[in-house]
């Protein structure tokens, strides 16, 4: 059996400024939005953004990780925008990563694999 991810969901409390958070890494098209939810493609997935509105849906709680050609030059431009860092540059046996936190502490780390 084959599973893939197909979507991931992000709460927050303020739409504008996730969307503009998450535009800045994300790109700036949108599969869709409204005041309500926002939802970007990434590879094969959808990352959705929604208001919380009932007490499980609560910002701050959920982590993504985003594999990418080259971590490095994510991570200085989240250093040149000083967006909150979960966890800084690391190197590890089986790649490269670090992590931030969007405007309502969820984590959103980013992952150099190896060749």
Known sequence: MILKIQYV???TNDMGRAVTFYRKFLGPECEGSDDRFTEFRVGDALF????S???????????VILECDDVKSIYGFC??????????LSV??????FAVLDPDGN?????????
């Open 79 to 88: 250093r040149g925008l000083d967006v909150p860092t979960a966890k800084e």
């Open 107 to 115: 984590k959103v780390e980013f992952v150099q694999r190896q060749t």
């Open 53 to 63: 509105t009932e007490p499980r849906e609560a910002p701050g709680h959920q982590t």
């Open 48 to 51: 959705g953004i929604k208001m």
């Open 9 to 11: 969901v992000f709460y």
């Open 92 to 97: 590890e046996s089986w790649g490269v990563n």
